[in-house]
C-alpha cells in the first residue's frame, strides 16, 4: 500500500481557502481583487459568511448582471442582419435587392420585411428607436420580447394577404414594442410597468398620429405600423394572461 505525505497546516489551511474560495460569486470575487491574496479572501468568505444575506442572493445577482449584458447586446445583434442587408444592397444591387412582403411574394417575405429598407436613411431612423425600446421591453423579460416578435408577425400576415401594396422595414417592430410598453402598465398596474409605460408616453406618443393615414407621410406603409401596432398590443395583452412561471 502506498502512503502519501502528510500535509503540512499551512498546506492545509490553503487548500480549504481555495475551496472557500471557489464558492464565492462573481460578482464578490471582483470585490476581492486580482493580487492573489489567499488569505484577504477567505477572511471575506468568513465575513459573508456572518451576513444575514444568503449565499444564494449573491448568486442570483451575477445571473442578473449576466442577463443585463446579453439583453444590451441582444438589439445590436438582430440589427446586424438589416444593416448587412442593406451594404450587401448598395454595394452590389445598387439599392435593388430588397425583401418586402406583398401581393404575389411567398411566406418568406413575411419573414424578411422587418430586415429589408429602402436605404440607408430608412435603416438609421428605425435603428434609433428600434434600440431604446427593444431595451425598455427587454427590462420586463426576454420573453415579453419575442412575444413582441411573434405579435407583430401574426399581424403582418393579413397584411400580406390582403393589401394590395408591398412594404417592408422595421417600423412595424418599432411601432409593436411602442404598443406593447404602452399597454403592459396599465394591464399589470405594477411600479416598472406604469413607469414604462409612462415614460414612453412621454417620449414616443408624438408619433401615434402617424398611424392615421390622413397623417402618414407619402410613401409610407400607415397600414404596417398600424398592424405592428396591433401585434405589440397582442403581445401586452397575451403575457399579462400567460401563467407565471413558479
Wanted: glycine share 12%; proline share 7%.
Amino acid at each position: 500500500m502506498r502512503c502519501w505525505p502528510r500535509q503540512a497546516p499551512e498546506q492545509q489551511q490553503g487548500s480549504q481557502r481555495h475551496a472557500g474560495d471557489a464558492e464565492i460569486p462573481v460578482v464578490l470575487r471582483l470585490l476581492a481583487g486580482n493580487d492573489g491574496s489567499l488569505r484577504w479572501r477567505g477572511s471575506m468568505h468568513a465575513d459573508l459568511q456572518r451576513l444575514p444575506v444568503s449565499a444564494s442572493w449573491f448568486q442570483r445577482l451575477d445571473r442578473s448582471f449576466a442577463q443585463l449584458g446579453g439583453n444590451l447586446v441582444l438589439p445590436l445583434l438582430i440589427l446586424a442582419v438589416p444593416w448587412g442587408q442593406e451594404l450587401i444592397d448598395q454595394l452590389f444591387f445598387a439599392g435593388r435587392w430588397n425583401l418586402p412582403m406583398g401581393p404575389g411574394s411567398s411566406f418568406v417575405g413575411v419573414l424578411t420585411a422587418p430586415f429589408s429598407h429602402g436605404g440607408f436613411g430608412h435603416l438609421l431612423a428605425n435603428s434609433l428607436v428600434f434600440v431604446p425600446l427593444s431595451w425598455l421591453v427587454l427590462l420586463k423579460g426576454r420573453r415579453d420580447y419575442l412575444a413582441v416578435w411573434l405579435g407583430v408577425y401574426a399581424t403582418a400576415i393579413p397584411v400580406w394577404l390582403l393589401w394590395p401594396t408591398s412594404s417592408h422595414g422595421l417600423s412595424g417592430v418599432v411601432y409593436g414594442l411602442l404598443a406593447y410598453l404602452l399597454l403592459i402598465g396599465w394591464l399589470e398596474r405594477r411600479p416598472l410597468s406604469l413607469l414604462l409605460s409612462l415614460l414612453c408616453l412621454i417620449s414616443y406618443g408624438g408619433v401615434l398620429p402617424s398611424l392615421l393615414p390622413i397623417f402618414s407621410p407619402v410613401g409610407v406603409s400607415w397600414i404596417g405600423h398600424v398592424s405592428g401596432f396591433g401585434g405589440g398590443l397582442l403581445a401586452a395583452w397575451g403575457m399579462h394572461h400567460s401563467p407565471v412561471d413558479p
